[in-house]
């Protein structure tokens, strides 16, 4: 057991102000905060946002922080918790393995929330991103996948602790402060994965920032904490996983490899579903031309996959969009017939059509050897038609994975489809931009401001 686990990343947290990190560990955090950012205004537009415009209570300007595509201010960590939740309503967000998380879209928040405290700079606000993604994804490593399968949901359990080392380094608390930050919001983190499937589930991450958030200003002041959380035996990783599968060695090597840099650190999602179907969807519109007949000479659909598949993918029927982001037989059934599956996918008008083509009871999960240790949802997609033909397509690792990163091109692409019917081209733009030359950005004023003014185009007032 590691007997300093806290205080080596608080260590790790300051030193990151004196120095400063690689610069392919700035450009990937450049993009996955623009790709964030969209996915945030998207959020704008779910039936999520106006249930929560209507109980977050506004703040006077010169203190309160944007509520994205509002015109409104709220408190830090009311902010926090809408935009968060946003951020995560469309399930678009990036990921990070072996998390199994979403940690942008805490993060992220965070860092608006925090940003006037201290007026931080563009380059600190990514330094403090990647020292969110480095507690993340090494929580990962240590706890999973024991944790996420006992039913936490990492986004909201990793990510209240990820976003709140964010919070403390956007507030450059001394390392005792830092410490209580991280004590404050463990005693925060929750999140179940029963939820998957309803609105619950961005509200795990909505939760997670503000709780963050709140942790950080809560330190600031002098709250008290355990400044040893992550290695008691009554601390974070001991309580959530019960003294099974912690790999204590993990939290010997802050930074070394960097996380945003591993091989699977961080990636940006293609699709907006659960992120274990993209390499089947991806192998399912890759086999689709080659079907004679189209999808009506369709007779079987096997998808080989992991172990790890069967833990989010909890649908075997969708009756909503949001039930179907975690549906294979949907997800498949789309992708076949459409030829991609976009965010029009999981509108709740197109679950009938979908379901009625009747492609989706024709799938069936199993589990593959060919991808059994795969931990980035590897997938075999084997289709066999009506006429004895079988087809086959093999993905081991989906598209937006550092090894497969976004060029420009798909990055704009899809930031501009989340954004279209919510904010005008100009707005858009605007915070394109303004998120991509952020490394240069004396301030996130003009960014936060940009991202919270609201258009003709979508209507989020209370009702």
């Given amino acids: 057991m590691v007997t300093r686990a806290t205080a080596g990343f608080v260590e790790f947290a300051l030193a990151s102000r004196r120095t400063e990190f690689p610069a392919d560990a700035r450009a990937m955090a450049v993009d996955a905060i623009t790709d964030l950012l969209g996915c ?3 959020g704008a537009g779910e039936p999520l946002a106006r249930m929560l415009a209507g109980i977050v209570f506004d703040a006077p300007e010169d203190v309160g922080v944007p509520l994205a595509v509002s015109n409104r201010f709220a408190s830090p960590h009311d902010s926090a ?3 968060g939740a946003l951020a995560h309503a469309i399930d678009y967000d990036d990921v990070t393995h072996p998390a199994y998380a979403h940690p942008g879209a805490s993060i992220v928040p965070a860092i608006l929330a925090t940003a006037h405290f201290e007026r931080v700079s563009g380059p600190e606000a ?9 507690m993340v994804s090494k929580l990962g490593r240590a706890l999973n996948t024991t944790h996420y399968k006992n039913g936490w949901h990492a986004s909201a359990t990793f ?3 990820g976003a709140a080392a964010t919070a403390a380094a956007m507030l450059r608390l001394d390392p005792d402060a830092f410490a209580r930050t991280l004590a404050l919001a463990a005693s ?8 998957f499937g309803t609105m619950t589930k961005p509200l795990h991450v909505g939760y997670a920032a503000r709780n963050a958030v709140l942790a950080a200003l809560m330190a600031r002041e002098g709250v008290t904490a355990n400044t040893e959380i992550l290695e008691h035996p009554y601390g974070f990783s001991e309580v959530f996983n019960h003294h099974d599968g912690i790999d204590w060695e993990q939290f010997e090597t802050w930074g070394d490899p960097l996380e945003i840099l591993t091989e699977f650190g961080l990636g940006l999602k293609p699709y907006p579903a659960c992120g274990a179907a993209h390499p089947p969807i991806e192998g399912a519109i890759r086999l689709r031309e080659r079907i004679v007949g189209g999808a009506e000479s369709i007779r079987d659909i096997r998808i080989g996959v992991t172990e790890m598949h069967f833990e989010p993918m909890i649908y ?5 969009g949001l039930e179907a982001k975690f549906c294979m037989g949907y997800c498949i059934a789309a992708a076949l017939l459409d030829g991609d599956v976009t965010l029009k996918t999981f509108e709740d008008s197109e679950v009938p059509r979908i379901n009625a083509s009747g492609i989706g009871e024709k799938v069936r999960m199993e589990l593959d050897d060919r991808v059994k240790g795969n931990t980035e949802f590897g997938a075999v997609v084997t289709i066999t038609t009506k006429s004895e033909e079988t087809l086959e397509e093999f993905v081991p690792l989906a598209v937006g994975k550092p090894e ?7 990055l704009r692409s899809k930031f501009d489809d989340c954004c279209s019917g919510i904010i005008d081209v100009a707005q858009a733009s605007e915070i394109y931009e303004l998120a991509q030359s952020i490394e240069q950005a004396v301030d996130l004023c003009a960014l936060t401001n940009a991202v919270g003014r609201r258009s003709e185009l979508v209507d989020t007032s209370p009702r």
């Fill in 188 to 195: 925060a983190a929750s999140g179940l994965r029963a939820n």
């Fill in 316 to 320: 075997d029927t969708a009756s909503t």
């Fill in 159 to 161: 990510g209240t602790i």
């Fill in 126 to 134: 990514l330094t403090a991103y990647i020292v969110g993604i480095e």
């Fill in 40 to 42: 945030m205004v998207a």
């Fill in 81 to 83: 918790l809408y935009n």
């Fill in 404 to 410: 497969r990163w976004f060029p420009k091109e798909k």
